[in-house]
């Protein structure tokens, strides 16, 4: 399974992107997708997740201006984000975890908010 992130892009503080996720290949069974970061300092972070039957969650730094969406059953995923800041900045990458393949990442994609 391949993951393509798309979307990524220098944006202005305060103003909004939508990233994009495309899988390629069998997921015998997607249980979730999710959207990580890895920011300033090099530490990943888990930004928001989809699972099969809907249910999303967000992390604090995200809640309230970010709606995440897709099709794990197409291998869909998106992330979209407002009120962009430099807190933000960093490389997003998406993951899918499938039940009898394991997790699968993306090569992620830039996002540089700029002040």
């Known amino acids: 399974v391949q993951l393509a992130e798309s979307g990524g892009g220098l944006v202005q503080a305060g103003g909004s992107l939508r990233l994009s996720c495309e899988g390629n290949?069998?997921?015998?069974?997607?249980?979730?997708m999710a959207w990580y970061r890895k920011t300033t300092g090099n530490q990943r972070e888990l930004v928001a997740t989809?699972?099969?039957?809907?249910?999303?969650t967000y992390a604090d730094s995200v809640k309230g201006r970010s709606t995440i969406s897709g099709d794990l059953g197409q291998g869909l995923l998106y992330l979209q984000m407002s009120g962009l800041n430099s807190g933000d900045t960093g490389v997003y990458y998406c993951?899918?975890?499938?039940?009898?393949?394991?997790?699968?990442w993306g090569q992620g994609t830039q996002v540089t908010v700029s002040s």
């Open positions: 290949g069998t997921l015998w069974m997607a249980t979730r």
């Open positions: 993951a899918v975890d499938d039940l009898l393949s394991g997790t699968f």
């Open positions: 989809l699972s099969r039957i809907g249910t999303t």
